[in-house]
């Protein structure tokens, strides 16, 4: 079964992407489209997000869809790129029509990555448009390409012994039928595990050139002076077509695949960030694609620091 744990993303029906990527500065953001609209969810999990409009998904709130997610760098100067996200899709005609105006509900959040690279360039309007511009239905690049460019991962002794994260994104189609993915920015305090293995497949590194292994040194000495510094932020999408309260539980339950893969994950330095889509196309089994979400983000996660195409 774990062959079929491919693709991306993209794969799923109503759902655009596209990635604006600054080599220079380190910095980017990806825009995840879904210009006719999807029911979403979110869950923050770590202690430390950067976030924008996760109120929308609050039961009893109004608003029912959204049209954007953006995932960027820049740590909090990098939610400027939402409004270049939200000035395309007007552009396009996409947004809720409240009679004068159509206004494109874009949702986003950020990593820290001002400590690799220019801590000046951050993500902007410019840049959120141009991955906006960009977004299509082919498969995204991975590894340090949008928001991932400057994503760094097991930082508990500083960037001298950090390794790069990445971006990456992963799908499934399940056998009913309907498709489950993740698209992830891997920045996380925590060492990357693969799960089947029980391996540290990348992260903090000590004078030896050896894995210090991050869970049992934090278990060792406190963690001290990473506060804001690190966060995985990701999206989960189906074609199932979910509630708003379903997203809501899809979001949290794919938390899991972070727990999987991430060690120690969900602290109070990371600002962990989930969003889940449902662009209701398909029929499809909760439970199923709750398990499957945890899959496909677990192996996203791997995908985006081993640099797997």
Same mark, same amino acid.
């Given at each position: 079964?774990?062959?079929?744990?491919?693709?991306?993303?993209? +794969?799923?029906?109503?759902?655009?992407?596209?990635?604006? %990527? !600054?080599?220079? @500065?380190?910095?980017?953001?990806?825009?995840?489209?879904?210009?006719?609209?999807?029911?979403?969810?979110?869950?923050?999990?770590?202690?430390?997000?950067?976030?924008?409009?996760?109120?929308?998904?609050?039961?009893?709130?109004?608003?029912?869809?959204?049209?954007?997610?953006?995932?960027?760098?820049?740590?909090?100067?990098?939610?400027?790129?939402?409004?270049?996200?939200?000035?395309?899709?007007?552009? *396009?005609?996409?947004?809720? $029509?409240?009679?004068?105006?159509?206004? =494109?509900?874009?949702?986003?959040?950020?990593?820290? $990555?001002?400590?690799?690279? $220019?801590?000046?360039? &951050?993500?902007?309007?410019?840049?959120?448009?141009?991955?906006?511009?960009?977004?299509?239905?082919?498969?995204?690049?991975?590894?340090?390409?949008?928001?991932?460019? @400057?994503? %760094?991962?097991?930082?508990?002794?500083? =960037?001298?012994?950090?390794?790069?994260?990445?971006?990456?994104?992963?799908?499934?189609?399940?056998?009913?039928?309907?498709?489950? /993915?993740?698209?992830? /920015?891997?920045?996380?305090?925590? +060492?990357?595990? $693969?799960? !089947?293995?029980?391996?540290?497949?990348?992260?903090?590194?000590? =004078?030896?050139?050896?894995?210090?292994?991050?869970?049992?040194? /934090? #278990? *060792?000495?406190?963690?001290?002076?990473?506060?804001?510094?690190?966060?995985?932020?990701?999206?989960?999408? %189906?074609?199932?077509?979910?509630?708003?309260?379903?997203?809501? &539980?899809?979001?949290?339950?794919? *938390? !899991?695949?972070?727990?999987?893969?991430?060690? =120690?994950?969900?602290?109070?330095?990371?600002?962990?960030?989930?969003?889940?889509?449902?662009?209701? &196309?398909?029929?499809? !089994?909760?439970?199923?694609?709750?398990?499957?979400?945890?899959?496909?983000?677990?192996? /996203?996660? #791997?995908?985006?620091?081993?640099?797997?195409?």
């Amino acid at each position: 079964m774990y062959e079929q744990f491919t693709g991306s993303i993209t +794969d799923i029906a109503g759902i655009l992407a596209g990635h604006a %990527t !600054d080599e220079r @500065g380190c910095t980017g953001c990806t825009a995840i489209l879904c210009p006719e609209g999807a029911v979403g969810g979110v869950d923050v999990a770590g202690g430390a997000p950067g976030t924008r409009e996760t109120d929308l998904f609050n039961p009893g709130n109004l608003v029912q869809k959204i049209h954007a997610v953006t995932l960027c760098g820049g740590s909090a100067y990098g939610l400027n790129a939402c409004g270049g996200v939200m000035r395309y899709l007007e552009e *396009q005609g996409v947004g809720l $029509d409240v009679g004068v105006a159509r206004v =494109p509900l874009v949702c986003g959040a950020v990593i820290f $990555d001002l400590g690799v690279g $220019d801590p000046k360039a &951050r993500p902007d309007e410019a840049m959120g448009y141009a991955a906006a511009k960009a977004a299509a239905s082919s498969p995204l690049a991975q590894g340090a390409v949008g928001a991932g460019t @400057g994503a %760094t991962i097991g930082k508990i002794l500083g =960037p001298a012994g950090a390794a790069p994260g990445g971006f990456g994104t992963c799908s499934i189609t399940l056998p009913g039928g309907a498709k489950v /993915a993740a698209a992830v /920015a891997v920045n996380a305090l925590g +060492d990357v595990y $693969d799960a !089947d293995t029980g391996a540290i497949i990348s992260g903090a590194k000590g =004078p030896d050139g050896g894995f210090i292994n991050t869970a049992k040194a /934090a #278990l *060792q000495f406190p963690v001290e002076g990473q506060a804001g510094r690190n966060t995985t932020i990701g999206v989960i999408a %189906t074609d199932a077509a979910l509630s708003r309260e379903q997203c809501n &539980r899809l979001a949290r339950v794919a *938390q !899991d695949g972070l727990a999987l893969s991430i060690r =120690p994950v969900h602290t109070l330095n990371d600002g962990d960030t989930l969003f889940a889509l449902s662009t209701g &196309r398909a029929a499809g !089994d909760f439970n199923q694609i709750c398990v499957a979400a945890v899959e496909v983000l677990r192996r /996203a996660v #791997l995908r985006a620091v081993t640099r797997e195409k």
